[in-house]
């Protein structure tokens, strides 16, 4: 049992190695080799660095507070908040209008009232970040600053929540964070830092001479110095002229799985857009912040997060640059500091900006509204440095850049959100390798993204997406072939992967990240248990241009079969603007095929006979089958995806016949009804023990974009 969670831990461990921030010490693979035997360098720097949020952080206490019963209008208070690069926590004149909601148990309380003072005639007013302000009414505290009423001008008049409701935030169970993945100890891996870093500078003063030392980081220096400008000349490569794309459609009744799920996908980014469209009445003053995403990046971060309750938009996302954070040890926090929130931290960053209300020990008040109004959470917590505010005639926001992980984000609810210096977040790696085959640049994205089963199932494809377009830089005709390794308690050995090739005229990465989209969907939607994400890797090549291909024949090695038997057919494939192909593809006639012609369609894998469909749920519910009452099983349903034809393959099956008439339905229905009997008397039938499963396929370099028929003869089997 011992040597099994030691092999958990190495799996979770080996997981996220490859995206935090590099440390150069040579304790990194010494010391992480005792603990998993083999590491990477990235896991060290955040992780150690962590260790040090256990102990080091500043103990703050709360201060006494005034009760909604002690307010009158006209009492004059200050509140306090952070607007420029100084990171001075600047007053503001606070006078009480009145109280709303006092007298109804069921609305949130508020209390009304007037800002005034220098600092709200430099802003503008009250501005987007200034939420979780804390205001003092004779040096007591009453609250903290947190909505406006949208598109109202001044913005001057501004709503406070009560401190007495954002103390219940404390008070809430917290049983996120506790999977059966394992949790890192970061102070015994502290400990052990510093006591290998202590023998390795003594045994290094005593070996090696100080011209040696100086050579040695010289030569590391260059070293770095030589990779950041490779980085960069490798952005600066110029892109080639875009390439014209040609439609080519598919035969018959056939219908693209891929184009089925993008109008699935488009359907769902205009009901969000006509929901993000609705105004609500209130504005909570909370500053988004976005890194990496790009244009189009952020247009499918906001319909994912919109079921989530956050309205993403160009108006109140502040690109703060963030890439690899790495925990701040020594984290202090003030009431009227700046503080983040962030579901993903790295080169794709997402989260909030607002200030802090009050801190108690570790523990910590903010923004005096939800963020995600999600309960329990699990999100990063981050310091944040303010740059300076913009505003306009009825709005404004700060301007500011995420520093680092402080701690964690537990409780989202609707007077606050509420968090626990210290502590670090349960994460998934994400790391994502895009290789541009026009401009021959390689680039692998590394991001984090806070462990919560929905956020990551919304994040996660926005962040594939997001590596592919801002690596193109481009949105052209262009092939993709994308794989992913997702590790979980799902799949063989913990490991799900999958293959595909995708093509599209504008915009190759929405279409690429359909079938992680919906195999996420499945494993995090689970009903019966959590998932227990690892890690999920993604390699994308991409080829500017169309590598797709049509069919042009497909003759069988023999023209009578029996069945069982296995045959071949000789294939020819036209590549777009290529020369044509010869290909060999298996096929297997069924063990229980009826004597006569039977008619094959040859297609593209990503092609699905929606006819065939059709008349196969006709002919069960005319049969009598009754339909499923509940969804297969996530591992029944796992499979069937990650065994569905990919879109270069070449697939051989049957043809649907469509009954001419009353008795060809009838005789149909039938033999599927025979044919349900035989099974259901001897269910090893279709399938033996280890037989090995029949594969009409075979796997191109090219998506088939088409389909053609032929038949053989099937005689009786003697």
């Known amino acids: 049992m011992y040597m099994s969670k030691i092999l958990i831990a190495i799996i979770f461990i080996s997981a996220i190695m490859d ?19 083999k590491i990477k360098k990235g896991l060290v720097s955040l992780c150690l660095t962590g260790a040090l949020l256990v102990s080091s952080v500043a103990v703050a206490a709360l201060p006494e507070i005034i009760g909604l019963k002690e307010l009158q209008p006209g009492m004059w208070g200050t509140g306090y908040t952070v607007i420029d690069a100084s990171g001075e926590i600047r007053p503001f004149d606070v006078q009480v209008v009145g109280i709303l909601g006092d007298n109804s148990k069921m609305s949130a309380k508020r209390i009304l009232v007037n800002l005034s003072g220098p600092l709200i005639e430099e802003t503008g007013g009250a501005i987007s970040g200034m939420s979780g302000s804390p205001i003092y009414f004779n040096g007591r505290l009453a609250g903290a600053l947190s909505a406006g009423y949208k598109d109202m001008y001044p913005t001057q008049r501004i709503m406070l929540t009560p401190i007495e409701d954002m103390l219940k935030i404390w008070d809430y169970p917290d049983t996120r964070n506790k999977t059966r993945m394992p949790q890192l100890d970061l102070a015994q891996m502290k400990a052990e830092r510093e006591k290998f870093q202590a023998d390795q500078e003594a045994k290094a003063k ?11 980081e010289e030569a590391a220096a260059q070293s770095e110095e030589h990779e ?88 109140n996302t502040w690109d703060n640059g963030a890439s690899m954070m790495s925990a701040r040890p020594n984290a202090v ?6 503080v983040g929130v962030a579901m993903s931290i790295g080169d794709f960053t997402f989260g909030s900006m607002g200030t802090v209300t009050a801190v108690d020990g570790n523990r910590v008040l903010a923004f005096g509204h939800s963020y995600t109004h999600r309960g329990n959470v699990n999100y990063f917590m981050t310091d944040a440095d303010v740059i300076s505010t913009i505003h306009g005639p009825t709005s404004g926001m700060k301007l500011g850049n995420v520093q680092g992980i402080i701690g964690r984000v537990n409780q989202d609810r609707q007077d606050g959100i509420g968090g626990i210096l210290g502590q670090f977040p349960q994460t998934v790696p994400v790391i994502v ?94 009903k019966e248990k959590e998932a227990d994400m690892l890690d999920l890797k993604v390699d994308v090549t991409i080829d500017k241009g169309r590598k797709t291909a049509t069919l042009v024949s497909a003759v069988p090695s023999k023209q009578e079969v029996v069945p069982g038997e296995e045959i071949t057919f000789d294939t020819t494939i036209k590549p777009y603007r290529g020369e044509k192909i010869k290909l060999s593809v298996p096929y297997k006639v069924p063990e229980h095929q009826q004597s006569g012609q039977l008619a094959l369609d040859v297609h593209g894998g990503g092609l699905v006979n929606v006819a065939k469909i059709l008349l196969a749920q006709q002919q069960a519910t005319e049969a009598g089958a009754k339909p499923a009452e509940e969804e297969p099983p996530v591992d029944v349903q796992l499979q069937n995806m990650l065994s569905s034809n990919c879109n270069n393959d070449i697939v051989i099956e049957s043809t649907v016949v469509v009954p001419k008439n009353d008795e060809e339905l009838k005789e149909s229905i039938r033999q599927a009804q025979k044919l349900a009997k035989e099974l259901a008397k001897n269910p090893q039938a279709v399938k033996k023990p280890n037989q090995k499963p029949v594969v009409n396929k075979l796997a191109t370099d090219y998506i088939i974009e088409n389909v053609i028929h032929t038949s053989v003869k099937v005689l009786e089997k003697k």
Not at 206 to 216: L, S, Y
Not at 272 to 278: D, I, L, P, R
Request: net charge negative.
């Open 228 to 315: 950041e400008q490779a980085g960069t000349e490798a952005q600066d490569e110029a892109l080639v002229e875009e390439q014209q794309s040609q439609e080519v459609a598919g035969a018959g009744d056939y219908q693209s799985r891929a184009e089925t799920a993008e109008d699935e996908e488009t359907a769902t980014d205009e009901e969000a857009e006509v929901e993000s469209g609705s105004e609500a009445p209130l504005e909570h003053k909370t500053t988004y912040f976005a890194s990496g995403f790009g244009a189009q990046g952020l247009k499918m971060l906001q319909s994912k997060m919109s079921p989530l309750g956050i309205q993403v938009d160009y108006d």
């Open 433 to 526: 390798t895009v290789h541009d085959k026009d401009t021959g640049r390689e680039i692998t994205y590394n991001t984090m993204v806070a462990y919560d089963e929905e956020v990551l199932a919304a994040l996660a494809p926005v962040v594939v997406y997001s590596s592919i377009n801002t690596t193109l830089d481009r949105q052209d005709a262009s092939t993709a072939s994308l794989q992913f390794s997702l590790r979980s308690s799902y799949g063989k050995d913990g490991l799900i992967s999958r293959r595909n090739m995708f093509y599209d005229g504008e915009d190759v990465a929405k279409v690429a990240v359909t079938e992680l989209n919906d195999i996420l969907a499945v494993i995090l939607g689970n």
């Open 333 to 338: 926090l003030q009431p009227g500091s700046p």
């Open 19 to 37: 995206i935090l921030p590099i440390s150069k010490s040579i304790f990194e693979v010494n010391f992480l080799n005792r603990y998993i035997g």
């Open 206 to 216: 005593e070996g090696k001479e100080p011209a040696e030392e100086k050579a040695a």
